[in-house]
């Protein structure tokens, strides 16, 4: 009997239990869900949709995974899909393949994930996220893993989150956060992962990071940090610093003697390499390019025994190198291209063997005279650089005691202001009484590029040492162009004459004169100029300033405009292409090296300010080449619509103006990309007779499916010096570009993605004929390209 009551207990416990049991995992199931649904039903998570078994019992896959323990979810990672682009120079760049709708509410999402309180490991990429993180994630205390990367989240990394003490990894690396680096960090005692790279940040790169003693890795790269950068030797676990591209300007401080991977190039750091990294004895990757750095490395950065890749290019290093340097069995890379270095190249560093690639280009060495300047080059650059920098710390002083005065003189000023304000609107008023509202197409009122939504990146970019966009008066331009004599007459096309001028301090310019008509409004014009004249980019012909000169009330000529641009003086990419210029054949090799070039130069018009440049008069005739051979886009951001010869429009239209305006954009952007696919066609073919571009595409674009029809048709420099497989990727770029049916056109982030792999993949092939090859370096040959396809270290 006693037997038969313990048998009748347990099977009632067991029953009351389980109701309980599967009440709790259908909670759990529904909150999964939920969010599939915030989530816009995603494909990677169809999945849950056709099976109607326990989801904790699902096998995982590579987009998605759920790991449980007894009734809960602990481990939830999902990932959408991706594309890869090209964005402000990052090659193979992976985002989200879509943007959730308008219709999400990220606050809501993240209070349905808090109903999974037991969760240890969230990740979230790749699924188009977009909003402000919320300050209720801190309600998922248990996290120790929270990955959310790769979304469009943005604003402050919220403060509560230093409540999640538990949290041992936090990666919010490419979004759009942009406030400052949080100072409260330390909270986080177990962190040993920190990932915040590709966002805005911005600020100073906090000390409390340093406090945190589990830190084994700091990714903070691709952002906009400034300022010093403290002492780092307290992190005795830290393998990784990831700070590339920001602005950081101090000198170099101690580094921990653990650290693996120290990535600090394209920064502003100055001083001397600290003697310390000479002891890091488990360093193996070092990048310190294109920095300030100045003296001698140490000689020891070469010898350390796990050191395989050192990359000190393109900073101010000087002296000779000892006798007997000694380089570490491991070293397989080293650049100390582009500095001031002088004497022999030690043996370990002329090795021909092939084991070890060392480049060297751009010092004063005494070896391969070609591609090295003369001592007397580096001396003399560094001793103004030293000058220079006393000068500096003067016009320091000055500007100190300038800004005090400023300030006092401030308060004055803005009562004067005040006064005279009522009396300038008249004024205005009086001088441009005719001039009536733009309601062309293309207009946008200066307030709205007021509006905070508004503001450009571009403003940021103006720091590239391009000359400030002024207005000049008419006077100044007749004076530089010997009143506009036919001896500096350029030509003239469809955007009015051009002639080239000489400013008062002896800089050439180029000098655009036409005719606007009276309809559009010289007020919208004037925000149109200055803020074309603010995108300043490597691959653009400047905008350098303007006049205007009013018709006057009677004249019904209209109102004449002078576009002042940068003068670029080594001809036209078409002229290059055609027969002119023998003894400078554009090799395939170049042709890629000027594609890309313009290439980015466009990516860089669409995406670089708010809001966007498009329809850019993109042609081989505005490929222009200065004087080192750089490819540089002109005549950008100008279209004269048909019907209006004499009118000029700045195309810059801002992105949330409304649905007929974002309709007008894309088709603006996709024409880009069509008249691209004409520029890339003309690299294949040399130049097309103008006028019959259609025809030829009609009828010749089969012939390059077959070998003998590409030997037929394709340039013969071109068929010579290209590998077939670097041709197939452009062959296929270009008919998607000039595709009739516009939704097949590429974005105009995968052109200039597949120009970059298909110059990889040229250098890749002309890397294994090199050894048979004797011809010289051409001067516009694609050098030190990373790979496209590998993640970004």
């Known amino acids: 009997m006693r037997y038969f009551y313990f048998f009748v207990s347990v099977i009632v416990a067991w029953v009351l239990f389980l109701p309980r049991t599967h009440e709790l995992q259908a909670s759990q199931r529904q909150v999964l869900f939920q969010l599939r649904k915030h989530l816009e039903y995603p494909p990677s998570l169809e999945i849950w949709a056709n099976y109607s078994g326990d989801l904790c019992n699902l096998s995982s896959t590579a987009h998605v995974s759920i790991s449980c323990q007894g009734n809960s979810v602990t481990e939830l990672k999902i990932m959408g899909d991706y594309k890869l682009v090209n964005v402000n120079g990052f090659n193979g760049f992976a985002i989200p393949n879509k943007t959730l709708s308008e219709n999400f509410k990220v606050d809501s999402f993240f209070t349905t994930l808090s109903r999974l309180p037991s969760l240890k490991v969230l990740s979230l990429v790749f699924l188009g996220i977009w909003g402000p993180l919320p300050d209720k994630i801190h309600r998922l205390s248990s996290l120790e893993v929270l990955d959310l990367s790769s979304n469009f989240m943005f604003g402050s990394v919220p403060v509560k989150i230093s409540r999640m003490v538990k949290l041992q990894t936090l990666t919010l690396e490419g979004n759009y956060f942009n406030e400052t680096v949080p100072d409260w960090l330390d909270s986080l005692s177990n962190l040993t992962v920190l990932s915040l790279k590709n966002n805005r940040l911005k600020g100073e790169f906090p000390s409390a990071i340093c ?28 393998h990784v610093l990831d700070l590339r591209e920001n602005h950081l300007h101090s000198e170099l401080p101690r ?19 600290p003697a310390q990294f000479g002891v890091l004895g488990q360093l193996q990757h070092l990048d310190l390019s294109f920095n300030y750095l100045s003296g001698a490395p140490p000689s020891a950065l070469f010898s350390l025994p796990n ?19 000694k380089c570490g069995g491991k070293l397989g890379f080293v650049d100390i291209s582009n500095n001031k270095l002088i004497g022999d190249l030690p043996s370990c560093l002329g090795s021909t063997s092939g084991e070890r690639v060392v480049q060297v280009n751009g010092n004063c060495l005494s070896v391969d005279s070609q591609h090295q300047h003369q001592v007397s080059y580096c001396r003399e650059v560094l001793a103004r650089n030293k000058h220079s920098r006393g000068r500096e710390t003067v016009v320091l002083v000055a500007v100190v005691t300038g800004a005090v005065l400023v300030l006092l003189l401030l308060a004055f000023g803005v009562l004067s202001f ?23 197409p293309n207009g946008y009122c200066s307030e709205l590029v007021a509006n905070a939504r508004f503001v450009s990146q571009a403003a940021k970019l103006d720091t590239h040492g391009a000359p400030e966009s002024r207005i000049f008066s008419l006077e100044q331009l007749k004076e530089a162009t010997d009143n506009f004599d036919s001896s500096m007459f350029l030509g003239e096309g469809s955007m009015g004459k051009l002639y080239k001028g000489k400013l008062e301090n002896g800089t050439y310019v180029a000098i655009r004169s036409l005719t606007m008509s009276k309809k559009y409004s010289i007020q919208n014009l004037k925000v149109r100029l200055d803020l074309l004249s603010k995108l300043h980019h490597p691959h653009l012909a400047g905008l350098l300033g303007y006049c205007i000169v009013s018709g006057g009330h009677n004249d019904s000529s209209g109102n004449r405009i002078f576009l002042i641009n940068e003068f670029v003086s080594g001809g036209n990419y078409r002229t290059h292409l055609s027969e002119n210029y023998p003894d400078k054949v554009l090799k395939w090799s170049d042709r890629l090296a000027i594609l890309i070039g313009v290439a980015k130069a466009v990516h860089f018009l669409h995406t670089g300010a708010i809001p966007g440049c498009f329809n850019n008069r993109l042609k081989t005739n505005n490929v222009l080449f200065d004087e080192h051979r750089i490819a540089k886009l002109s005549d950008y951001g100008i279209t004269v619509p048909s019907g209006y010869s004499d009118a000029v429009l700045f195309v810059l239209q801002a992105k949330e103006e409304g649905p007929k305006t974002k309709s007008w954009n894309k088709t603006n952007m ?22 019959k571009g259609d025809a030829f595409l009609l009828n010749e674009m089969a012939s390059f499916g077959s070998q003998d029809g590409r030997r037929r048709i394709v340039d013969p420099i071109v068929l010579t010096t290209c590998s077939q497989e670097s041709l197939s990727i452009v062959v296929s770029l270009t008919k998607k570009c000039i595709c009739p049916e516009v939704s097949a056109r590429p974005s105009f982030e995968d052109v200039l993605w597949n120009l970059q792999y298909a110059a990889q993949v040229q250098a890749t092939a002309d890397a294994d004929q090199k050894s048979d090859s004797t011809s010289q370096d051409s001067p516009w040959s ?11 270290s």
């Open 782 to 792: 694609v050098v030190s390209l990373q790979p496209t396809r590998q993640p970004d």
């Open 670 to 691: 996709e024409s880009d990309v069509y008249n691209f696919g004409f520029i890339l066609l003309e690299s294949l073919v040399g130049p097309i007779v103008s006028g």
């Open 307 to 325: 050191i395989s890749y050192l990359n000190l290019a393109s900073n101010m290093l000087s002296g000779a190198f000892p006798d007997k340097l």
């Open 255 to 273: 580094m921990p003697k653990g650290l693996v991977t120290a990535l600090l190039s394209k920064n502003t750091f100055s001083g001397e390499i």
């Open 211 to 238: 406090r945190i003693k589990t830190l084994t890795v700091i990714a903070l790269s691709h952002n906009e940090l400034s300022g010093k950068l403290p002492d780092m030797a307290t992190l005795s676990g830290l």
């Open 418 to 440: 005040c006064r005279r304000y009522r009396s300038r609107r008249t004024v205005e008023h009086n001088v441009f009484p005719e001039v009536e509202p733009d309601h062309s």
